[in-house]
């Protein structure tokens, strides 16, 4: 599976901006999907998640209520919508795809096999 991240840029305080994840493979519909996040000085973290069918999703507590992580299967496309940005949010964002989540840890980097390039957000206040 190759991923492809876009949609990042500028945008103030309170805005929205949704990235976009295209990927390529015959079996797109086999993996989870997940958004990394990394801020400058911190380590990476995992903002959101999605099953192959959507059913199970995963937000981490600094994202929750704000960030969702829709999928188009027959589009081979995942997408971050956020929401109510704050300046915190400001990170190179990563799309991930997983064939299975051992463990349950979501968060963990390890579980994920595919990665594609960051897509930088900057959120000004």
């Known amino acids: 599976v190759q991923l492809q991240a876009s949609g990042g840029g500028l945008v103030q305080a309170g805005g929205s901006l949704r990235l976009s994840c295209a990927a390529s493979?015959?079996?797109?519909?086999?993996?989870?999907m997940g958004w990394f996040r990394q801020a400058p000085g911190k380590e990476r973290e995992l903002v959101a998640a999605?099953?192959?069918?959507?059913?199970?999703?995963f937000q981490s507590d600094s994202v929750k209520g704000r960030f969702t992580a829709p999928r188009d299967n027959a589009e081979n496309m995942v997408y971050l919508q956020m929401n109510s940005l704050k300046p915190e949010d400001t990170a190179v964002y990563y799309c991930a795809a997983a064939a299975v989540i051992r463990s349950k840890n979501w968060g963990s980097s390890a579980n994920y096999d595919y990665w594609g390039q960051g897509t930088l957000v900057t959120v000004s206040s």
């Open positions: 493979g015959r079996t797109f519909t086999s993996y989870i």
């Open positions: 999605i099953n192959w069918s959507g059913g199970t999703t």
